[in-house]
């Protein structure tokens, strides 16, 4: 099986469609955010932390987006 050449990237956000999302859990990113790196720099911080587990990753994905999507 060919290697996928984005595997080699870095974890970072990326446009899908109108949607900025982190490549590595597909967090989306409010539209109303003032600097897109600074979000990211601070989403990497807190749901990607270096030493996770996948199921750790996973845990912390679904918290954010559960803390995104609140009234």
């Known amino acids: 099986m060919a290697k996928n050449e984005k595997d080699d990237l870095p ?12 490549s590595v ?3 989306p990113f409010p ?4 600097s897109i790196d600074q979000a990211f720099k601070e989403h990497m911080k807190t749901a990607h932390r270096p030493g996770q587990t ?9 918290r954010v987006v ?4 609140k009234d």
Do not use: F, M
């Not at 974890?11 to 982190?22: A, E, S, T």
């Open 11 to 22: 974890p970072h956000w990326k446009l899908d469609g109108y949607v900025k999302r982190c």
């Open 54 to 62: 996948s199921e750790d990753i996973s845990q912390a994905a679904a």
């Open 31 to 34: 539209e109303n955010v003032l």
């Open 66 to 69: 559960r803390e995104a999507t």
């Open 25 to 27: 859990c597909g967090y």
